[in-house]
């Protein structure tokens, strides 16, 4: 699969929000080119590229270092968010973020301390795959809610009450939550 690149399907008309998001695809297309190319289907993948160096390796993880430590920031950043807006602290939103970081952990953890980084690198795969989906369903839900009550990402505050009852799906459409 190529590297997931940004485009302007992915913004959302939060800059801050977008902003982040074009970070986090750019840091995930570095992971991928470290790599080098995905491995041919059907093909055995217990290691990095038989042809990865340990320069090669060494470089990937770093990289995903790098992406892991921006996404623990990013999520945290949508989760203050949510928090503030309104969103329960066990909507699906949250608990998709908890989930993607105890995977990334794992990965990182496999490939750095066990030398198997076929987890790592089929894990920035599946986020190419996953993120678009994320951004548009979960996110974009995320930035309705920002505008709709005037709330401030840079200061936290909103112009308009929080709703009533805490929001504990996405804020997506056609999430059950």
């Known amino acids: 699969m190529p590297a997931l690149t940004w485009t302007e399907t992915l ?4 800059p801050q929000m977008d902003r982040t998001h074009e970070e ?17 289907a059907d093909a055995p993948a217990d290691t990095l590229p038989a042809d ?33 807006t309104g969103f ?3 909507n699906c939103h949250s608990r ?8 990334m952990h794992e ?13 790592m690198a089929i894990l920035v795969d599946e986020l190419g795959t996953w993120f678009p989906q994320h951004a548009s369903m979960m996110d974009a839900g995320l930035a ?10 840079e200061t936290g505050t909103c112009r308009q009450p929080l709703p009533e009852a805490a929001i504990r799906h996405c804020g997506g459409g056609g999430c059950g939550g």
Do not use: C, I, K, S
């Not at 998709?96 to 995977?103: D, G, N, T, Y």
């Not at 309705?144 to 990402?153: E, H, R, S, T, W």
């Open 11 to 14: 913004r959302l008309q939060q």
């Open 24 to 40: 986090f695809v750019a840091l995930l297309a570095d992971v991928r080119t470290r790599l080098g190319p995905p491995p041919v």
């Open 52 to 84: 990865a160096t340990a320069a090669v390796a060494t470089a990937a993880v770093a990289a995903f270092e790098r992406l892991l430590a921006h996404t623990v920031e990013h999520f945290a950043q949508e989760d203050r968010w949510m928090q503030a």
């Open 88 to 90: 329960a602290p066990e």
């Open 96 to 103: 998709q973020h908890a989930l993607v970081l105890q995977v």
């Open 107 to 119: 990965a990182l953890r496999l490939a750095r301390d066990e030398g198997r980084g076929e987890a």
């Open 144 to 153: 309705q809610q920002m505008v709709a009550l005037g709330f401030d990402p």
